[in-house]
């Protein structure tokens, strides 16, 4: 964290995030760093046993719907929770009728796991999905049975405390042993979307695994890493999978290593 960025989440101007213009930016195709995540976010929900009416959760969705979309077999209802006005607005818009660029996602998703071929999820988004506005560290605790967090936790602001408060307050929104899927920008130093400036803390796979210590178990990192960055301004991405504790396997994998591609784990 650099003392020019040691900002905290309330200094910023939420409401004025550009959704369209973070959309175009990052997923106005489907990108070769999500076409390595995908795989990974689609096949470890399908390995778990989850609840007949399951209740999912994606935190701070932006103007990205493949998380949401990523959950659809495995969920009965997805709350989208943001906090952004503009978001929120976006969402809205985009849930009721989606764009055809989301349907490379989609294939992507088709092409990890069998449970995704017979869902058309233009038609179930709008019938399952609930958006609520509302900050992260508001989440009630212990309400949804599984979870995803797409660079929220470390992209709200610029203090490592904030962060992993944030990260702490999505494990536990779940319940004790629902599974989740985090993805944490690593070494980002802040980012622009359209003419506002927002904030980041430069979180490494030591600081991620350091904060779900304790609040989750079954922990996987999977540094993910392309010569072709296509977000300026950060060194990586991680994506974790793990599940919130609370069952008596409390077991963290970690490790050290930079890891140069996708399928590189960290384990003890
Ligand atoms: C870098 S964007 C990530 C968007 C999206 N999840 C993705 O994968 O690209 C950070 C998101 O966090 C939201 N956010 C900012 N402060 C928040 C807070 N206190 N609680 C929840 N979300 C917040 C922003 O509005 C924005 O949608």
């Not at 004025?16 to 995540?37: G, K, P, R, V, W």
């Not at 992260?136 to 949804?144: H, N, P, V």
């Not at 070494?187 to 600081?207: I, K």
Request: with cysteine; net charge negative.
């Amino acid at each position: 964290m650099t003392g020019a960025l040691a900002v905290n989440n309330a200094e910023y101007q939420w409401d004025l995030f550009d959704s369209e213009s973070y959309q175009q930016s990052n997923y106005a195709t489907l990108h070769e760093l999500d076409q390595i995540m995908i795989p990974l976010l689609a096949q470890f929900f399908d390995k778990r046993e989850l609840p007949e009416h399951a209740r999912a959760i994606d935190v701070g969705p932006g103007a990205n719907l493949y998380p949401a979309m990523a959950m659809l077999p495995f969920a009965e209802t997805i709350t989208l929770w943001e906090y952004s006005s503009a978001n929120v607005d976006w969402l809205r818009q985009e849930i009721s009728g989606y764009r055809p660029s989301w349907d490379d996602f989609w294939q992507a998703l088709v092409r990890s796991c069998d449970r995704y071929r017979d869902i058309r999820p233009a038609e179930l988004l709008p019938r399952v999905v609930e958006i609520e506005k509302g900050s992260i560290f508001d989440l009630e605790e212990g309400r949804w049975d599984l979870g995803t967090m797409f660079f929220v936790a470390e992209s709200i602001t610029g203090m490592l405390e904030e962060c992993a408060a944030a990260t702490v307050k999505f494990v536990r929104s779940l319940r004790p042993g629902a599974p989740f899927v985090a993805t944490f920008m690593e070494g980002s130093r802040g980012y622009v979307v359209g003419d506002q400036t927002f904030p980041a803390v430069e979180v490494t796979a030591q600081d991620v695994l350091g904060i779900l210590r304790g609040v989750a178990s079954d922990v996987t990192l999977y540094p993910v890493q392309s010569p072709q960055l296509f977000r300026h301004g950060y060194d990586g991405m991680m994506l974790v999978t793990g599940v919130r504790s609370g069952t008596a396997d409390q077991r963290v994998r970690h490790g050290s290593g930079s890891g140069t591609n996708q399928r590189k784990e960290w384990s003890a």
